[in-house]
């Protein structure tokens, strides 16, 4: 495991997108792994800006998306499609076929699951993963006491998870209950992981998820266990190590 510690936001953003380009390059067809929540957002401005200057390209790059809310359609505005939408996709040179998000309006939920897992393994699996975190030390929708065997499945959210998020929606009657999720296993297949924290509410589920014991209780913890594990987290975030 690795830890970046830098100043602020903004640097913990380049720096981010620093390391998704120097994959892109490296490997042009990439398959990328892709967070949502307000974490990435420098980073997908940064990597906006990197594609202007031509530094990188998209056009063979493939993406999966972590989670979707389930019941949210794509044109919802709180829908993580509409998200990456917004603030990537419609920016850059993706062919939009390539774009993966699970799909929360699915009557089969199952058949998406194991057709999400399908995809991936037929593009060779995820090359880079980028992960935000929860309060409660959630990635994806991996929520605390989740199984870590566990693969693309439906989740319900912790009700803390539903307060966080209740700050993007109208009421927070309105946030959805449940969500379609990769799953710990899912995430661990990833050949490279990079995790972002921003901010001192943070801080605690950083310090348990890298010093503390490997457990379900903090699903980020797992990541000790991976291999090729980068922190990338300012100050602020990393106040308890
Ligand atoms: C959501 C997403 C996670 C994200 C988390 C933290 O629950 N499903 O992938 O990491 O929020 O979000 P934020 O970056 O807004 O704190």
Do not use: W
């Not at 998209?58 to 499609?81: A, P």
């Not at 603030?87 to 993966?100: C, E, G, Q, T």
Request: proline share 3%.
């Amino acid at each position: 495991m690795r830890i970046i510690c830098i100043d602020n936001y903004e640097d913990m953003s380049r720096k981010a997108a620093h390391i998704v380009s120097s994959q892109l390059i490296l490997k042009p067809n990439s398959v990328l792994g892709l967070a949502t929540g307000s974490t990435p957002l420098g980073m997908y401005k940064q990597l906006i800006k990197s594609y202007n200057d031509g530094l990188i390209d998209f056009q063979k790059v493939t993406t999966f998306n972590l989670d979707e809310y389930y019941g949210l359609d794509r044109k919802n505005q709180q829908s993580y499609f509409y998200y990456m939408y917004e603030n990537l996709f419609k920016h850059i040179n993706i062919d939009i076929k390539r774009v993966n998000i699970p799909n929360g309006m699915a009557k089969d939920i199952e058949k998406e699951c194991l057709d999400y897992e399908k995809s991936i393994r037929n593009c060779g699996g995820i090359d880079l993963q980028v992960l935000g975190i929860g309060r409660n030390g959630h990635i994806g929708f991996n929520e605390p006491d989740i199984r870590f065997e566990a693969l693309t499945h439906m989740v319900k959210l912790d009700k803390q998870t539903i307060e966080d998020n209740s700050r993007f929606f109208n009421s927070i009657e309105k946030v959805p209950t449940k969500a379609i999720s990769m799953g710990i296993k899912t995430i661990m297949h990833a050949k490279k992981v990079i995790l972002l924290a921003s901010g001192k509410e943070k801080a605690e589920a950083i310090e348990e998820a890298i010093y503390g014991k490997i457990t379900p209780k903090l699903p980020a913890s797992v990541l000790q266990l991976h291999p090729d594990v980068i922190f990338v987290i300012d100050k602020a975030a990393a106040s308890k190590l």
